[in-house]
């Protein structure tokens, strides 16, 4: 992976983290990208490698525009940062979680993929990986085990969202050359929630599968959505 530029976005702790440290292992220069600088350099060090902090916070344009000025070529887009809110049903969901959670899981997504599209443009086989979730699964939240019903509507409604932004720009993006998919990582071991922190999932396998679709060949699949293990997922 000699010479190979990635950035992943939310890398100072969780699956992001892991995803930077397996492709800072590979061989490849990753720009962790975090908001807090302070997180974000402690974060730099334990990723190791050619591993560098890149202050980024997806939900502030001007960061957004300061970081997309100090990368000159870029290879791999992993949009990780998200957040993920209460358990609640959308009638019982206050409208301000359902902003925060859109605008850092959606809005920024688009404002982070737009604002570095001139650098990947620029690499001979530029990649993003959208990291969503399968309880955006429209097609698993109507099938008969799906375990939440209607909760958590701001969050898997944002990864809903981020799924159709997913094929839209593996679309727009073609031409390009650019791989756009999106990976639903499981239920691991975070911060990002309760459910997430009290789960035995290990992040590192999830982190793979990210790092897999990171380096698809040219003739990989591009505008589909992929389970940590490698298995489709029903949009
Ligand atoms: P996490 O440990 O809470 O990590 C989230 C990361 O996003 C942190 O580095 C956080 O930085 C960063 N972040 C939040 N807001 C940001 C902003 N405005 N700008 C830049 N960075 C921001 O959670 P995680 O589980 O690793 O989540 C990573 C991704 O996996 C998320 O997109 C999540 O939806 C998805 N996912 C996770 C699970 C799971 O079970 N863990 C399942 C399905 C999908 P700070 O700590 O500095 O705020």
Request: avoid cysteine; proline fraction near 5%; aromatic fraction near 6%.
């Amino acid at each position: 992976m000699d010479n190979s530029v990635a950035l992943v976005t939310g890398a100072s702790k969780g699956i992001g983290r892991e995803i930077a440290r397996q492709l800072a292992a590979a061989g490849v220069t990753v720009y962790a990208g975090s908001h807090d600088a302070a997180r974000g350099e402690r974060a730099a060090g334990e990723i190791g490698g050619d591993a560098r902090l890149l202050v980024l916070d997806v939900t502030s344009p001007a960061s957004i525009a300061e970081a997309a000025g100090q990368v000159g070529v870029l290879d791999i887009l992993i949009s990780n940062a998200g957040i993920s809110g209460d358990g609640k049903t959308a009638d019982r969901e206050d409208i301000g979680i359902f902003r925060r959670i859109y605008e850092t899981n959606v809005v920024g997504v688009v404002a982070v993929t737009n604002a570095f599209l001139p650098a990947l443009r620029r690499s001979a086989h530029p990649r993003i990986v959208n990291i969503s979730s399968g309880t955006g699964s429209l097609a698993w939240a109507t099938g008969p085990q799906f375990p939440h019903r209607g909760g958590y509507a701001a969050y898997r409604s944002s990864k809903a969202a981020l799924n159709a932004l997913t094929v839209y720009y593996a679309h727009a993006l073609a031409d390009d050359g650019i791989k756009v998919n999106a990976l639903a990582p499981g239920l691991r071991r975070t911060d990002l929630n309760a459910a997430a922190a009290a789960s035995d999932g290990d992040p590192a396998e999830a982190a793979a599968g990210a790092v897999r679709l990171a380096l698809l060949p040219d003739d990989g699949p591009s505008g589909e959505f992929f389970s940590w293990d490698g298995t489709p997922v029903p949009w």
